[in-house]
């Protein structure tokens, strides 16, 4: 798959995509169950502001908001918990006030996979799937250009609220070959911190498969 913005190019091979969606394996030793009030197990989210940062702590792009629409229908199984479908962010700007585009399209959907659970506090800690967010100038012109995958999150049963941490870069190129992000290495854990309220309010559980 590839995305474009102005010269830059990034490039996600089909057999890697495919192993990152499988499951962790801490995820396989659990079954899960997801409650969805709604019948066709669609739910919607808007986060608070979000924050993007390097590994070094440099600001890399803020939005005052994300709004997210996905699919979590009512099931007990070993497998996936859900998807984020679409997601896109509102007022977002990088270090020096551009104005930058933040979104999931509807084509890569991101999957939600659990990788653990605690009971006492109703908390699932997730993985998402193998392609997220694609960060870049909103007008299409060059610069820096970021695909987030493997993002780490976590879901809280009593609020409804869905947690992002931290995400992996997948860093476009120039047409010269060269990073359009020279400030973020190709594979860096960057924080990718915001919170979703859910609407309606999923309950996951899970127990030893």
Partial sequence: MRT???????????????TALAAPAQADALTWTVTNPRADGAFTGVSGPLTVRSAGGKVLVTCTSLAAGGTAATHTDTGSIGRID????????????????????SAWQ??????????????????AGWAQYTLAPADGAP??????????????????????????????????????????????????????????RLTITAKAA
Wanted: hydrophobic share 35%; with cysteine.
């Fill in 4 to 18: 474009r913005a102005g010269t830059m190019v990034i490039t996600l091979a089909a057999g890697a995509a495919m």
């Fill in 110 to 127: 991101a999957v939600l996979n659990g990788t653990a659970y605690n009971a006492a506090t109703g908390r699932t800690e997730l993985t």
């Fill in 86 to 105: 679409q997601s896109v962010g509102s007022g977002c700007k990088n270090g020096q006030g551009r104005a930058w585009s933040v979104r999931i399209d």
């Fill in 143 to 200: 610069g820096c250009l970021i695909v987030t995958k493997n993002t780490r999150l976590d879901y809280t049963n009593a609020t409804g609220a869905l947690r992002t941490t931290t995400a992996q870069a997948n860093v476009g190129t120039t047409s010269g070959g060269t990073s359009s992000c020279p400030d973020v290495a190709q594979g860096e854990t960057l924080v990718f911190d915001t919170t979703f309220t859910l609407t309606p």
